[in-house]
């Protein structure tokens, strides 16, 4: 898939009456999330994007609010620690959700797409971005099992 190829666009409805279109984007996956300790339903989305800071297209997190007059961004597709191949949310315990994603083998201080091996992490909200920090082994384990799955 490009920048330039197939592109989703999401819509909001109330009672049947369109309320809002978002911009097309390169939507590989969308998820309910509740991130935070507030408990708010936020949108997670999986969308292609160039970035200048790897100079490709690939899979980059993004995190919504929705409102009245469509969504909010909160976290537009900025890098976790390694390059992304794929990622999704998984609902831990009292109900918060963290980040599993699945990386490539290389590092974005020497790339190497063609880098062989996965590593697997989980990323909780901090209400800015998503941070690796106080992660435990049990939350790690059921990211690569939920990866494995797909």
């Given at each position: 898939?490009?920048?330039?190829?197939?592109?989703?666009?999401?819509?909001?409805?109330?009672?049947?009456?369109?309320?809002?279109?978002?911009p097309?984007?390169?939507?590989?996956?969308?998820?309910?999330?509740?991130f935070?300790?507030?408990?708010?339903?936020?949108?997670f989305?999986?969308?292609?994007?160039?970035?200048?800071?790897?100079?490709?297209?690939?899979?980059?997190?993004?995190?919504?609010?929705?409102?009245e007059?469509?969504?909010?961004?909160?976290?537009?597709g900025?890098?976790?620690?390694?390059?992304?191949?794929?990622?999704?949310?998984?609902?831990?315990e009292?109900?918060?959700?963290?980040?599993?994603?699945?990386?490539?083998?290389?590092?974005?201080l020497?790339?190497?797409?063609?880098?062989?091996?996965?590593r697997?992490?989980?990323?909780?909200?901090?209400?800015?971005?998503?941070?690796?920090?106080?992660?435990?082994?049990i939350?790690?384990?059921?990211?690569?099992?939920?990866?494995?799955?797909?």
């Amino acid at each position: 898939m490009t920048e330039e190829g197939l592109k989703t666009v999401l819509e909001g409805r109330r009672d049947g009456r369109l309320q809002w279109r978002s911009p097309p984007s390169g939507l590989l996956r969308v998820s309910p999330a509740r991130f935070g300790d507030d408990g708010e339903e936020l949108l997670f989305a999986l969308e292609m994007h160039y970035s200048d800071l790897d100079g490709e297209i690939a899979p980059r997190p993004y995190v919504y609010r929705v409102a009245e007059g469509g969504l909010l961004p909160l976290w537009r597709g900025s890098a976790l620690a390694w390059p992304l191949l794929d990622a999704d949310v998984i609902l831990g315990e009292g109900g918060r959700c963290f980040l599993c994603a699945l990386h490539r083998g290389d590092s974005f201080l020497v790339p190497d797409p063609e880098a062989r091996g996965t590593r697997t992490a989980a990323y909780v909200w901090n209400g800015f971005g998503f941070s690796g920090d106080g992660i435990d082994n049990i939350m790690e384990s059921e990211c690569e099992k939920r990866l494995d799955e797909k």
